[in-house]
């Protein structure tokens, strides 16, 4: 019996340790722009805090003695999660999500999440999906087969392969932030 291709998620669920750390990381590369434009467009916070706290996360990857307070950056993120209510753009969604998988893979690292990863991976694809629905370049039953949503399946799909068959955390890290970066633009689209 040919032995069956798990789905993403599960695929996600099944990483452990540096690699579900790295494999959220990833995505976050590609949600983090979002977040930058954002903030540039409405003038809400400095973008770089978020960006700061990534760049802590690969650094843990990269050099395991380096230590940071987990609980200031999860601060700093919270404090740069922006609030629906205070805005009227779509693209406060799309900064919420990126700003939640920040803190989904800080708490990941500290252990608080065994299931980070799994959070960063559904809020990359649920940020595609809502933006598809919310520009109408997608509807329920289109969703899943547009172009923009295969291509970010294919993203996490080559991430997971790059990352279940790496033993060293540096090299890994170096060739997942190029796979996540590769094509130049956010999950969502953007140019970067």
Excluded at 112 to 135: I, M, R
């Amino acid at each position: 019996m040919a032995k069956q291709k798990l789905n993403t998620f599960a695929r996600v669920r099944a990483l452990e340790g540096w690699k579900a750390v790295a494999f959220s990381a990833s995505l976050l590369e590609r949600m983090i722009p979002n977040y930058a434009l954002f903030c540039e467009v409405s003038e809400y916070e400095e973008p770089a805090n978020l960006r700061s706290c990534l760049d802590l996360v690969w650094e843990a990857i990269t050099s395991p003695k380096s230590k940071f307070n987990i609980g200031v950056q999860l601060e700093k993120v919270e404090v740069g999660t922006p609030d629906t209510q205070d805005f009227d753009t779509y693209g406060v969604y799309p900064a919420i999500d990126a700003a939640i998988g920040v803190a989904a893979v800080l708490n990941l690292l500290a252990g608080d999440d065994p299931q980070g990863a799994v959070v960063v991976s559904k809020l990359s694809q649920g940020s595609v999906e809502a933006y598809l629905l919310a520009s109408e370049e997608a509807d329920d039953d289109t969703v899943k087969s547009h172009p923009l949503m295969e291509f970010e399946i294919a993203v996490q799909d080559a991430l997971l392969e790059c990352v279940e068959q790496s033993s060293a955390p540096k090299e890994a890290a170096q060739q997942l932030k190029a796979i996540a970066l590769e094509e130049g633009i956010s999950n969502i689209g953007l140019a970067l």
